[in-house]
């Protein structure tokens, strides 16, 4: 009965935080999802699997779908139009008897649930932005509390050891025989994928925010978030990492003084990753052999023979898509690889992994606009450089598109990113009037 209140309860908070704006409601959506992983874990019944869900429905139906701006229609057209392909597809592939219709279903959930956040994110306007960062900055910082708790006190006494709590008691290839550390989260990968996804948003709320408070709760979440990276142990995670940090050093057109002090923040992450042992776990990355024998089995293995035998699919759910371990029996003829693309084609099959490859090398050509100048310039830079990143890597691993709550922002961030950002209302007052605004937009769409 807990496990359902706590539903009832994400339901009721992300719709009404919704209805105040979506940057609440995207921030009260992701603070479940940061706390989905320990819930579940210490709620062992059938409705803990479903809180992040009713927060999302709850989310879903507090957002205004249509609107009545024309130049908002405009903005948003195409994303809408990719949503509507990305979920049309699966939706006819439920009523196809490949697999048990409550299989089906939970594949549905797996394979559409997360894509109208691509509306959402192409909404999102400077006031929502700020909200959500900042909301991200305090998740960031409890998560990597509770990270800290569990690296000096251990992982069991927060994840009691059960069948939802195998992959993590599974990874305990750190140094000295420790655990990958999971702090609220599903696993290891979840926290590491969820801190460095925050690097965006966070680098936008300290070079943009106007309160001198939020730029110092950024300044101090943002080794937070590096030092959650670290102690996941997560290879992958460390080297996005890596690459966010480059890509913002050559990139970002910030003020001398900022990019010191960033610097120096990265001098001390990689001082503390230096001198433990046990933060020390991507070292294993120069192991050329391990990475190729990795990569070639990501790809390579029964792609081919999946092509081949189930070229309409194995249907929704049988072919990678995380199952309820209540459910996992009920699969018919399980097949899954350790490549993204490979469990579309499992699930969807040649006509859903087109549509995604489509909308892929869609996202790539929307990169002008990705960079266009505006004040969170910085950010949309790198979080759409981490995106491209994400897609391109996608065939090496799973989880990209299903992950709780790593796909929420990864769906809200591309969402944004590739939509035409609104002109700057906030520096210049000028611009508050309508018809001034107008112009200065279909410029931005011109240029």
Known sequence: MLALAVCVLAFI???????????????????????????????????????????????????????????????????????????????????????????????????????????????????????????????????????????????????????????????????????????????AHAFGGTMISTLPYLIGLWTNATKRLHRMLALAAIPAALMGMLMSATRSNFLIGCIIVLFFVLTAKVKGRQRIFFMVMIGVVAAAALTNVRFQRFKTLSDTDYVTERVAGSVNRGFWEILVEYPMGNGLGGGGTSI???????????????????????????????????????????????????????????????????????WIGTGLLTAIPGTLMLMVGVGWTVTQPLPDTVASPRLQRPTLRRKVYAEALNS
């Open 324 to 394: 309820p371990y209540f459910l996992e029996g009920q699969v018919r003829h399980p097949i899954g690889m350790e490549n993204e693309y490979a469990r579309i084609l499992s699930e969807q099959g040649v006509i859903g992994l087109l549509v995604w490859l489509s909308f892929v090398i869609w996202f790539f050509s929307r990169y002008r606009t990705a960079f266009a100048k505006t004040p969170w310039a910085n950010a949309r830079k790198v979080l759409w450089g981490m995106s491209a990143f994400g897609f391109g890597t996608a």
């Open 13 to 187: 908070a992300c719709y009404f935080a919704g209805r105040r704006s979506l940057g609440h409601g995207l921030a009260v959506l992701l603070a479940f999802g940061y706390f989905y992983g320990i819930l579940r874990a210490n709620l062992l019944t059938t409705f803990s699997h479903f809180i992040f869900d009713a927060g999302m429905i709850g989310l879903y139906l507090s957002f205004k779908w249509q609107t009545s701006d024309p130049e908002e229609k405009q903005r948003t057209s195409k994303v809408l139009l990719w949503t509507t392909l990305l979920v049309l597809w699966p939706l006819l592939l439920v009523v196809m008897p490949f697999q048990p219709l409550l299989i089906s279903l939970v594949g549905l959930r797996g394979n559409i649930y997360f894509i109208p956040l691509l509306v959402l994110g192409s909404r999102l306007k400077n006031k929502d932005l700020i909200t959500l960062s900042v909301g991200m900055a305090l998740l960031d910082l409890v998560a990597v509390g509770f990270g800290a708790a569990e690296y000096f006190l251990g992982v069991p006494r927060f994840f009691p050891v059960s069948p939802v709590t195998e992959l993590i008691y599974s990874s305990g290839d750190v140094e000295g025989g420790f655990l990958r550390i999971p702090a609220t989260f599903s696993g």
